[in-house]
């Protein structure tokens, strides 16, 4: 089985700074790619951006030039640096990542339970 888990969430005013991590961990063969999702009050789940294994990146519209995701291979672990945060940012946040595993053909999705952001003065 593989789990992801998130942590470096909280409350931060606007204009202000997070950096949320997720480490990966189970029977994992390879990772293809890992990123995050958010999700807003009453609203649905939205990309906010990924990486492959190659290293390229994209990013919802919402928040290019203000987050940037980085991964660390080697330890199966993303990291989402948020800065210039905005109200509209508040969400919890989910990681994602697109793997093989040991023994198991295909690929297969896996998600984290989620980290809540919340953005306010």
């Known amino acids: 089985q593989v789990q992801l888990v998130e942590s470096g969430g909280g409350l931060v005013q606007p204009g202000g700074s997070l950096r949320l991590s997720c480490v990966a961990s189970?029977?994992?063969?390879?990772?293809?790619?890992m990123g995050w999702h958010r999700e807003a009050p009453g609203k649905e789940r939205e990309l906010v951006g990924r990486?492959?294994?190659?290293?390229?990146?994209n990013y919802a519209d919402s928040v290019k030039g203000r987050f940037t995701i980085s991964r660390d291979n080697a330890k199966n672990t993303v990291h989402l640096q948020m800065n210039s945060l905005k109200p509209e940012d508040t969400a919890v946040y989910y990681c994602?990542?697109?793997?093989?595993?040991?023994?198991?053909?295909?690929?297969?999705?896996?998600w984290g339970k989620g980290t809540l952001v919340t953005v306010s003065s």
């Open positions: 994602h990542a697109n793997l093989k595993q040991y023994y198991i053909s295909g690929d297969r999705d896996y």
């Open positions: 189970g029977s994992i063969f390879s990772i293809n790619t």
């Open positions: 990486i492959i294994s190659g290293g390229y990146t």
